[in-house]
């Protein structure tokens, strides 16, 4: 961490920051310029209130340097994480098809979709059963009802499941759930993070649409803190002043999380964009830089009221992305 | 609701469409354009999923145009909504100070500030016993604990005093607590925002970072639609690309806010930009543009073991921002 | 500035740095952690290529401490700057108010709005000739006969005028001119702003869409490091997500500038919101604030085809507003 | 275009607005709902101020609803524009690398440089002589002498050359230049861009810093239509609160623009990024999504004083970015 120091900071104020750092075990290097002094804290500082240095009046600036995150951070375990899901692997190089309708709607609709995704590739199935909606008069999901179909489809299909809780207190009704996914809305909902933290689970985490990557590890660092390291990190677009799409898929996430952490990275194409026709060309392109996994809504027609062409793809589209995946993966590969 | 067709829509999708929209009670105006097709919708478009329709390979775009908040809209309510605080009111021409520190850290420091506020003319102590904090490592509140010390504050002075929750399950501990915050963070936990509808206290709900105003009527929706009318909005902050302040302060948001709801608004300039010789012309500029009251960090220095010039203000910079607002106030009541 | 080297940054290519570094005049202070090398940099540091250095291989990250202006710079220039405009003052004190419609449409619109707003307490006229649009179809003003009714209009009202330039091969046109324009889509338009540092008139400059405080100064810094000191800071609104409002006006942008810089600030609240109504309370929070004036867009109906309630003030309501602002200004000056 | 209407809005001011609308040759047609009226306008609406009519009393909301540019939009000209660059195509499936410095430094410098990169696979040779820095006290480019330099790599090599212009009064120094770049800085400079439009040269339209997209067309459109289509579009990142990256590069700007228009988008991740090691990643990326071209900086290390590992990538690792971006592009090409 860095002190920038005000021009004509008064000797006694700086001499009793320097004390107070100094009892927090950090060592204190004084480097003097012509306008400003600068202190550089050598130690632990993951632990320093950097708001209320800032707030002192004979400080100008503070700046970090290292990161505040320890278990997410590369820096402290080079080797990639693995992450064992009921017998498929994610990270390391081993790449997996997270895919399934946004919600449980009925049996039919996630058995149908549950068995053309995983002919389609995909491993794991995702479905909403708790569903976050900005509105509270839209549809909130079929709840404890929609995780027991899920768990039918698993039984059925044979495939782990991954499905979004919204409050800690809905944890029982998790049990048999593989994986447990946390909402961009709920990237920051502390308490639920650390109940995350008690559980040996892998835990899905989706960036929320303004944090920041260091905000974002800072939000597995809570899980990990705790005990578990399963996190699973997926970039799913910000928010930026863009209206043409949804969000912002941010995908310079893949390479910059990869360097910053070890664990696995997912990116969700189809709720960045908005737009099932972009989710294609979006998803080979996260292949191609790197990420761990694509996290993809399937949907089918059939069960589907409406007609044709819904927001997310139908199976037979799935298989498409799926096969070019592989091709590009394969390219990367090669080309390293 | 407006849905803009393709060019080529085929009829009998466009038909499935319509017939799916009347059968929700719209009814369907078409008007043809030489490229566009406009379908305008009547009637109460608030349930109608907007991206279900938005994903339809017939249509090009959709617009809502009618606002989805109903009880917190000013349309519906135009009077100022007037929210009563064991006796003390906000809204509706009645401005309100919320002042204390950002987290109680002992009763020494609690019962000094709380004194020292009601002095320099708050009527409502804040104080963090929860504290939501970005890294796990950092001083997480004195929770429970913090919470009794708050209610001794208040028992002596007499003062109401508003703190944050961080999980429904806290609800018990919060009985006595006159408004119960809601944090920036959490201002999209749904389903805690459903609990807070369920009683019968006001809630001080803040602004998400990257959250839309329509985004934040729609969590005071959440409260208001579960049966409890007492929300009180607070700006305090958003992020953008600027790094010279913590946050920016939207302040046209104030207007804005009262213009689309009649619920009290309240500014926070302590979080917003995160200096504290910024609070002064920042509160002066809220209680300009209209607010209904500000919420300000104010700290005690005997007590905080640093040094002085602390992010908050100290009691007696405090009291020459209330006394500069109330000139303020009375100016702008002059000018009207 | 403070280099931070990589964990096992190569000795010789350390040395290399340092050398490269101390032959621009600089003296290097190496501050050595467990897992980080600090570089403190001490001098002027203001022609060092941040990128440069920050692409190095060894090089973790790069942080400027000092502000890279020096003309701009409040640290350097501890009063106020105060810029005359024919008799007129602004800063250090010094309110002034800037109004008149966007565009020059005809004489009588000019003329008529002119001696409005002067009668409404404006002391200097705005009106656009060369106007920014865009659309490339939409109306791109009267250019040099808009320039010419403007130059009427001040010989008939004795009001100086502040009007926009859009390429520097206009600048023979300005010859009569009192104040140039920079509008916010030409704040990086390094080549016009060299011209404009070469004359000897005041400079509008509007803070760019997407520009940081830092930025916003780095470019009143071109103007100035040609020799034309006299720039006035215009803030007129930042792009960010929110879409209720035009753009969101940054008013912690006028105390943050004020105590980085000694130039005069003016609010713009007209185009930062796009909508008349409220005007007049951003106008009152950039007076509490500290702003040393207000560009405020004033049409008048008759002139105007349409019908009443343009996007802009009437003259009525914007003498309200100034009537409204003085009474915030005597609020201020009696509340320090 | 859609115009909303307000409650209770006057029927003798709805009726002059309606007027007006058809008096500009758009037919209007009103759909009534119970809290609102909508004006449905069908024609040419690309030449109505929209900000006229949503500054009007009795207007609630307007909304765009066809795209005002015509010569840059898809929907008028569904192929793919193929540019020739003196022999080398762009769009339309032909994709190329556009490479070299970032600045034009000394004539060993850039033939060097122009040798490798041809070698490594790059047609068009890129390097800047006129550059925009934030700081006046930053190098600015040799200016008309690096054009000179360019203009000899170009005759030795027989490679084209792009490079960027700032003003519209160089463009004599330009005659000899193949591709004309327009810098995001510049993006909404309309002089320059209407110069750019009347004459018979590529342009390298940058996207601004916050430009949407549609914007980023408009600018488009200022070239289109004063005669000049041959205009290149180039994503390089936009402003967001991320601050691990220079910028954030918005891939799905590629897919979507190819949708909205028929010009040629090339992806720029070296400025976007501002990370070396991130440009490999970030290229393989953009060639996946549908990119027609990459404009990559490369620089050479025992022309450059300082040490290895510069911001840009060395010859060998550009062509080990050209080798493996082939691998992806044939794989994209296998998928379809």
Same mark, same amino acid.
């Given at each position: ?8 900071a008064e000797q006694k104020k700086v001499k009793n920051l320097t004390d107070w750092l ?6 204190? $290097? ?6 400003? =002094? +600068? ?5 632990? =500082?993951?632990?320093? @209130? ?39 692997? +994610? ?10 309708? !946004? ?9 149908? #979709? %549950? ?22 008069? %839209? ?17 059925? =299909? ?6 979004? +809780? ?11 759930? @593989?994986? #447990? ?30 944090? =920041? ?7 597995a660092e809570y899980i990990m803190a705790e005990g578990n390291q399963k996190v699973i990190? !997926?970039?799913?677009? +910000?928010?930026?002043?863009? &209206? ?25 194409p189809s709720h960045a964009c908005g737009i099932a026709r972009m989710v294609k060309p979006?998803?080979?392109? %996260?292949?191609? !830089? ?8 399937? $949907?089918?027609?059939?069960? $589907?009221?409406? !007609? @044709?062409?819904?927001?997310?793809? &139908? ?22």
């Amino acid at each position: 961490m860095v002190v920038i120091l005000k021009d004509q900071a008064e000797q006694k104020k700086v001499k009793n920051l320097t004390d107070w750092l100094e009892n927090q075990g950090l060592s204190v $290097h004084k480097v003097k310029g012509q306008y400003q =002094t +600068i202190l550089g804290l050598i130690g632990d =500082t993951s632990k320093v @209130d950097i708001d209320l240095i800032q707030g002192l009046d004979i400080v100008e600036n503070v700046k970090r340097i290292s990161e505040p995150y320890k278990n997410a951070n590369r820096k402290f375990h080079p080797d990639d994480t693995v992450i064992d899901i009921n017998g498929y692997k +994610i990270g390391g190089g081993n790449f997996q098809y997270f895919a399934g309708p !946004c919600s449980v709607e009925s049996r039919e609709q996630i058995l149908s #979709i %549950a068995r053309d995704v995983k002919k389609a590739g995909a491993n794991i199935l995702r479905g909403g059963a708790f569903k976050p909606r900005t509105s509270p008069y %839209a549809f909130q999901g079929m709840r404890a009802e929609g995780l027991e179909l899920l768990l039918e489809a698993k039984k059925e =299909t044979g495939m782990p499941i991954v499905t979004e +809780i919204m409050d800690a207190s809905h944890l029982p009704l998790f049990e048999n759930v @593989d994986i #447990i996914q946390v909402g961009a809305r709920n990237m920051q909902n502390f308490e639920l993070l650390k109940q995350l933290g008690r559980i040996d689970k892998p835990i899905f985490l989706k960036r929320g649409l303004s944090a =920041t990557l260091q905000e974002f590890l800072m939000s597995a660092e809570y899980i990990m803190a705790e005990g578990n390291q399963k996190v699973i990190l !997926c970039e799913r677009g +910000i928010r930026t002043f863009e &209206t043409a799409t949804r969000n912002t898929l941010d995908l310079s996430a893949v390479p910059m999380l990869k360097e910053m952490s070890h664990l696995p990275v997912v990116v969700d194409p189809s709720h960045a964009c908005g737009i099932a026709r972009m989710v294609k060309p979006m998803a080979f392109a %996260a292949a191609a !830089c790197g990420a761990d996994g694509l996290m993809i809504e399937v $949907h089918n027609d059939p069960a $589907h009221a409406l !007609c @044709d062409g819904p927001q997310a793809l &139908t199976p037979e589209r799935f298989s498409e992305v799926t096969a070019g995946v592989e091709k590009i993966l394969a390219a990367v590969r090669e080309a390293k």
